[in-house]
C-alpha cells in the first residue's frame, strides 16, 4: 500500500500534516520531507502530524518522526501526534516515545470524544 500526505493550514499558525496507509521503509521519507516542507514555507506556531488514518508504522517509519520532530525542534517548533491510531499508538507506546509526540489518546472509530474538528 502506498502513503499519501495531506497538508492542512489551521487557525492559530498551526498546520496539520496527515498521512494515510503505511509508513514504512519504502514510505518514510515521505513524512520527513512533509515536515521539511512546512518549515521551509514558513515557521507555523505547531505541527499537528495527524496519523489517524495511519494502518502501519515500522521502525524507520518511527525513526522519521523522530527526525521530523528533531527537525522541527532546531526551528523553534513544536511537533505533536494528534489522533494516532490504535497500532501507531501501540507502537510510539511500545518504543517509549509517546511523551516525546505530546502523549496522544488513540484514535477510535466513531467515538465522539475523539471526532476530527469541523466533523
Same mark, same amino acid.
Given at each position: 500500500? @502506498?502513503?499519501?500526505?495531506?497538508?492542512?493550514?489551521?487557525? %492559530? #499558525?498551526?498546520?496539520?500534516?496527515? /498521512?494515510? #496507509?503505511?509508513? %514504512?521503509?519504502?514510505?518514510?521519507?515521505?513524512? *520527513?520531507?512533509?515536515?521539511?516542507?512546512?518549515?521551509?514555507? #514558513?515557521? /507555523?506556531?505547531?505541527?499537528?502530524?495527524?496519523?489517524?488514518?495511519?494502518?502501519?508504522? %515500522?521502525?524507520? $517509519?518511527? @525513526?522519521?518522526?523522530? !527526525? $521530523?520532530?528533531?527537525?522541527?525542534?532546531? @526551528?523553534?517548533?513544536?511537533?505533536?501526534?494528534?489522533?494516532? @491510531? *490504535?497500532?501507531?499508538?501501540?507502537?510510539?507506546?511500545?518504543?517509549?516515545?509517546?511523551?516525546?509526540?505530546? !502523549?496522544?489518546? /488513540?484514535?477510535?472509530?466513531?467515538?465522539?470524544?475523539?471526532?476530527?474538528? $469541523?466533523?
Amino acid at each position: 500500500m @502506498s502513503l499519501s500526505i495531506v497538508k492542512t493550514a489551521l487557525p %492559530d #499558525g498551526v498546520v496539520q500534516i496527515a /498521512p494515510r #496507509g503505511e509508513i %514504512d521503509v519504502d514510505t518514510a521519507y515521505e513524512v *520527513r520531507e512533509a515536515v521539511v516542507e512546512v518549515l521551509n514555507q #514558513g515557521r /507555523p506556531s505547531r505541527i499537528e502530524l495527524n496519523m489517524r488514518l495511519v494502518t502501519f508504522i %515500522d521502525s524507520v $517509519g518511527i @525513526s522519521a518522526l523522530v !527526525a $521530523g520532530f528533531q527537525t522541527a525542534e532546531v @526551528s523553534g517548533v513544536k511537533l505533536v501526534v494528534t489522533q494516532p @491510531s *490504535r497500532f501507531v499508538h501501540r507502537q510510539l507506546w511500545v518504543t517509549g516515545l509517546l511523551g516525546l509526540f505530546g !502523549a496522544p489518546e /488513540p484514535y477510535y472509530a466513531g467515538s465522539d470524544a475523539q471526532a476530527p474538528s $469541523g466533523a
